[in-house]
T-cell receptor, first 111, second 116 residues
Framework: GENVEQHPSTLSVQEGDSAVIKCTYSDSASNYFPWYKQELGKRPQLIID?????GEKKDQRIAVTLNKTAKHFSLHITETQPEDSAVYFC??????????FGAGTRLFVKA | GAGVSQSPSNKVTEKGKDVELRCDPISGHTALYWYRQSLGQGLEFLIY????????KSGLPSDRFSAERTGGSVSTLTIQRTQQEDSAVYLC??????????????FGPGTRLTVL
């Protein structure tokens, strides 16, 4: 079955710097890769996603890149702000909609 | 509109007892997922339902866990003979599985289960 690995587990950056979180997946059949943000005590919420027929997608300060050959994808957050502090989860979904999540990255943005 | 709701929000039980957790998905969403999140950990897939298809139960950790979805709407996750390692937050999510198969999942607030 699918296995998703995510790193780093913890990331601390200064406000205004960029943050990069990387994930790898094992199942070449996976074709949908969402990213969720979970603030402390709250439920996860989708922030960006990408399909396997696209290499990069951007939405304001966040972007996701996908390398299907290498089976890895990354989240990039530019000009980080304190409100970006949260746990970020990557996920991979096979064609049957089963979704496997990474272990999460706790991002701290220091003001 | 109303989001995904779960009940109870907190459940404390004694080891060996059975518990039922309920999820009310967003109306019209065809897919429903259950996940388990232990303290400070990731989201562990348990089971998902999609329309009238047979559910994918491949994530259920043991035969003490079961789930059903009645009428394509409300779902119940049942844990029999609870163990202390079952303590976690159980999250439910639903998805409309929109055009192009994009699968944004909308999560409920979770049920925090504590097994004493």
């Amino acid at each position: 079955g699918e296995n998703v690995e995510q790193h780093p587990s913890t990331l601390s950056v200064q406000e205004g710097d960029s943050a990069v979180i990387k994930c790898t997946y094992s199942d070449s059949a996976s074709n949908y890769f969402p990213w969720y943000k979970q603030e402390l005590g709250k439920r996860p919420q989708l922030i960006i996603d990408i399909r396997s027929n696209v290499g990069e997608k951007k939405d304001q300060r966040i972007a996701v890149t996908l390398n299907k050959t290498a089976k890895h994808f990354s989240l990039h957050i530019t000009e980080t702000q304190p409100e970006d502090s949260a746990v970020y989860f990557c996920a991979a979904e096979d064609g049957g909609f089963k979704t496997i999540f990474g272990a999460g990255t706790r991002l701290f943005v220091k003001a | 509109g109303a989001g995904v709701s779960q009940s109870p929000s907190n459940k404390v039980t004694e080891k060996g007892k059975d518990v039922e957790l309920r999820c009310d998905p967003i109306s019209g969403h065809t897919a429903l997922y259950w996940y388990r999140q232990s303290l400070g950990q990731g989201l562990e897939f348990l089971i998902y339902f999609q329309g009238n298809s047979a559910p994918d139960k491949s994530g259920l950790p043991s035969d003490r866990f079961s789930a059903e979805r009645t009428g394509g709407s409300v779902s119940t996750l049942t844990i029999q003979r609870t163990q202390q390692e079952d303590s976690a937050v159980y999250l439910c999510a639903s998805s409309p599985l929109g055009a192009g198969g994009l699968n944004e999942q909308f999560f409920g607030p979770g049920t925090r289960l504590t097994v004493l």
